[in-house]
T-cell receptor, first 114, second 114 residues
Framework: GAGVSQSPSNKVTEKGKDVELRCDPI?????LYWYRQSLGQGLEFLIY????????KSGLPSDRFSAERTGGSVSTLTIQRTQQEDSAVYLC????????????FGPGTRLTVL | AQSVTQLGSHVSVSEGALVLLRCNYS??????LFWYVQYPNQGLQLLLK??????LVKGINGFEAGFKKSETSFHLTKPSAHMSDAAEYFC????????????FGSGTRLSIRP
């Protein structure tokens, strides 16, 4: 069955450029999460969407980061004016509504900012 | 707000030895607790979870974890390590709410010595 998919799998960009990362969650999953995993670091929570509620943006590191989720399905994470410290693997996960449900992770997008 | 602390960013054990990965959490309400595993070059997958009921939870690949409310701990154990257990392990916590996000610890890299 279809899992969580992310695109692109790899993205190399120049400092100062904007990038968009896409996440397609599992159909029917109402919760969607974005995390950042830097080399040798854990998972840093970025943003959380739950159904039609306002997203929890408390993990976004700066106002250069934003995300949206259209139609309760696909999500796009946008990073404006990228910096070298933005280089990381960006992971998306989705789950059924309740907090105790398993999160299913996508393969991630490896972002490299030169 | 909930938080997770994983003691030891790197643990090394001999093949056949006991595996113990430590996790302490902070939560103002009864928590949901998770262990996720990330094998090399693979995505994260759920190892086990605690929601309610029995405090000893069994997961895949012979792992288990014990919820101790008095110690706010959820340590992961396996009686006998196998070479294939080498991976990154993440503890995570969520509150008992459908609107609650899941917070991950910084991870523990487990190495197995032949």
């Amino acid at each position: 069955g279809a899992g969580v998919s992310q695109s692109p799998s790899n993205k190399v960009t120049e400092k100062g450029k904007d990038v968009e990362l896409r996440c397609d969650p599992i159909s029917g999953h109402t919760a969607l999460y974005w995390y950042r995993q830097s080399l040798g670091q854990g998972l840093e929570f970025l943003i959380y969407f739950q159904g039609n509620s306002a997203p929890d943006k408390s993990g976004l590191p700066s106002d250069r980061f934003s995300a949206e989720r259209t139609g309760g399905s696909v999500s796009t994470l946008t990073i404006q004016r990228t910096q070298q410290e933005d280089s990381a693997v960006y992971l998306c996960a989705s789950s059924l509504q309740a907090a105790y449900n398993e999160q299913f992770f996508g393969p991630g997008t490896r972002l490299t900012v030169l | 707000a909930q938080s997770v602390t994983q003691l030891g960013s790197h643990v090394s054990v001999s093949e056949g030895a006991l595996v113990l990965l430590r996790c302490n959490y902070s939560s103002s309400v009864p928590p949901y607790l998770f262990w996720y595993v990330q094998y090399p070059n693979q995505g994260l997958q759920l190892l086990l979870k605690y929601t309610t009921g029995a405090t000893l939870v069994k997961g895949i690949n012979g792992f288990e974890a014990g919820f101790k409310k008095s110690e706010t701990s959820f340590h992961l154990t396996k009686p006998s390590a196998h070479m294939s257990d080498a991976a990154e392990y993440f503890c995570a916590v969520s509150e008992d709410s459908s609107a609650s996000k899941i917070i991950f610890g910084s991870g523990t890299r487990l190495s197995i010595r032949p």
